[in-house]
């Protein structure tokens, strides 16, 4: 396919109906883009007002208990349905998938519009919370029989997750199509850049478990709205199913985020080390495949104490401790790849290296959760979103943002500014690493999650009040990110193809940024070509 | 790089070596104590393997920096006996560090689940939002408050008369699940004289967080004569 001069620049025409019924795959990317980061921009400020409202005992700024509860709820469901998932399966599943295996598109576009519509449906429903009279407080894990006994909306819950699935199975049916046959001549299974095998990965998991998730906030608001009693104990339900289900999909939902970003981190290292990726088919074969393996039978870790047998317990405690196995192959992949390696600390690369650390430190504070004894103590105290938000929420963000800033060049045409790039991530690493390192701490000394005020604990308001401060870090760096963006859309020079000199296909063949149909030039690709053939 | 790989592989098995040795515990187990010393093996456990790979990260991160603007690397491409190794050798560090830890769990999570004969039975019923504490064999009631005799391992039933609440007491390392519809268990052994704060941990609506109440640990003596003193009033709701 040949493309004049001037449509390389379709960008710049802006057209709003054009955007509307695009079946572009980049433009349907953006239009995720865009939803991913307003949703993390709304949750964010939720967990500034929460932070906040902890920084001293009794009212701060809310007298409401249940404000605090309904900014909590809208932050984990928004942060991890309408952000990380969407930002990862949706924005760089679509500019890198096509663009990465030398395809024009996806196997199904017009499926591909009906997905992110989906999603946006999703994030509209989700913002309802903030005008209906009584929004939903039953937190993202929407535990019955609380969630079908409360004044507040659980149907609001059950709808935004099942728009959001919806759009989620669509996209895998399209993913996995389009990675199977849509493959440039020369793009062969073994060659497959290592986030094109996270996406297949995390799409078959969303495939197989996304029903599962479907099938159990459909229950809640069965019961809650239409008098059944799945999980009414008083009435011969039980409570426990709702949470073997939701755990069922929810466990395995961490690697559909985990893996995506994951692939972005090797990317990104290969890219900057200009190196090959170490041990490719170990990490492959053993690292991702040995995650999805694993992924689904370890749930009831979730539920050591919950009321399951012991015998339960004991297997998953073990299963769950042979995640570190594929987990461990993955991390010693990603440190390998640095192995002599030729190193430059652009932006992107800062956040590269900066996930190593912190998911380390997440990875690592995850041992204690696996081991059912030692889940006794910490489990349901700040010990668990300390960990998670270093494991997947802080972690998966420095991928979302680190690959942000190295697709920058690509998506818009122009480079963004390094200086402020850098600024922002250290202010964001040093925030980060205070408030959450805290929030372990406070968890070991016993201090409850979801708690809107904590008088019986008066000894934590100084370590408290400090966390705050570690969290205003964060919004500061993310102002000064959000302006390094805009500052390179409006103001930024012009992008070369290839500023990275990556040997990726999306850089080595694609216009920055790519035309309608990716490739100016048909592909060809010679028998030594491969995404990370460098030194040679 | 042989050499490098042994050390490497010492490094990752020195705190199995190290915590192999096991503890022989007599008489009536403290889960309180077995979790404070698991939890400190864990710690050293987990800083070492981070300090293992932060170390091994910083040092490539220096070593091989960019040093002239068109260098290139990959000129390092394991063979296909490299990339077994690489694989099956921190398969199996990750797996028999893995085996240690569910052993050592093993052990513990026992001493959690298994109730000493002589344990001093105590009803908790959870409700939104407070305790309600019961002594079967007295006849008497408190909320939000438990008195408990010291140098004897209480068991407390537990349920829940509405939502999933969870019953936890930090100081004594112990916390389980309230569930409408059934009943589950916890016990812990004060040994010394003092007060210690039980709340719940399972979100359960508008005052979850103000869901708590104090257990008292008092001589035997003095438990006697609480009981006796409440039985006449009939409880001290
Ligand atoms: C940007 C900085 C962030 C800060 C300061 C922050 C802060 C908080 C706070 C204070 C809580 C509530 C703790 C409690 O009362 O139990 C919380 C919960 C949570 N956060 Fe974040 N968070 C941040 C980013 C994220 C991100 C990026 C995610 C993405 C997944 C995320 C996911 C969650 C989830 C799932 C919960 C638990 C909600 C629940 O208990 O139902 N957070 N966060
Ligand atoms: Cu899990
Ligand atoms: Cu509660």
Redesign the interface.
Known sequence: MSVSVESLNYQSRFSLKEWIFTTDHKRIGVLYLIGSFAAFFLAGLMAMLMRTELSSIGPTITENPNTYNVWLYFHGAAMILGYQIPALTGFFANYYVPLMIGAKDVAFPRLNALSVWLFWMGIVLALLTFVIPDPPDIMWTGYPPYSTMTPGNTALYTFTVLLIGFSSIAGGVNFLTTIMYMRAPGVTWNKLNVFIWCILAAFIIQLIFVPVLGVAVTMLSLDKYLGTNFFNAAMGGDPLIYQNLFWFYSHPAVYVILLPAMGLIYEIIATFSRNSIFNYKGILYGGIWGVVLLGGIVWAHHLYIAGIPDWMALVHVFLTLLISVPVGLMMVGLVGTLYRGSIEYKTPMLYAIGFIFLFLIGGLTGIPNAMSAIYIHITETYWIPGHFHYVMAISVTTAIIGGTYYVFPKLTGRMYHEGLGKLGFFIFFIGVNITFFLTLLMGVKGMPRRYYDYPQFPELEGIQQITTYGSYLIFVSAVIILVSWIHGLVAGEKAPQNPWGSRSLEWTHAPSPPPPGNFPRKLELTEEWSPYNYGS | MKDRSVILGLILLAPIILFSTAHAGEGIPD?RA??NE??HE?MI??TL??LV??G??VY??VR????RPD????????TPLG??G??LI??FI??A??IF??A???E??N???NVPENAYVVEVEAYMWGWNVKYPDEGIEVNNEMYVPQGRPIMVRLTSR???H?F?I??F?????A????T?YLWFYPKERGEH?M????????????M?GKIKVISQDEFSSWIEKNKKEGGAV
């Not at chain 2, 091989?64 to 040093?67: E, F, G, H, N």
């Not at chain 2, 709340?199 to 103000?210: A, P, V």
């Open positions: 889960p077995g979790w698991l939890w864990l456990d987990i393997i981070g790979f932060a091994v990260t490539f991160m091989y920096k960019r040093q260098e290139e690397g990959g000129s390092f491409k394991l990339a077994f690489w694989t921190p398969a990750f797996m560090d893995d830890l569910a050592k769990n093993f513990l999570w001493d959690y689940r509405d939502v999933v969870s936890f930090p100081d390392r112990v916390k389980w699940d569930l409408p519809g059934r589950t704060v709340t719940c941990t399972e979100y359960c609506g508008l005052l979850h967080s103000n708590y």
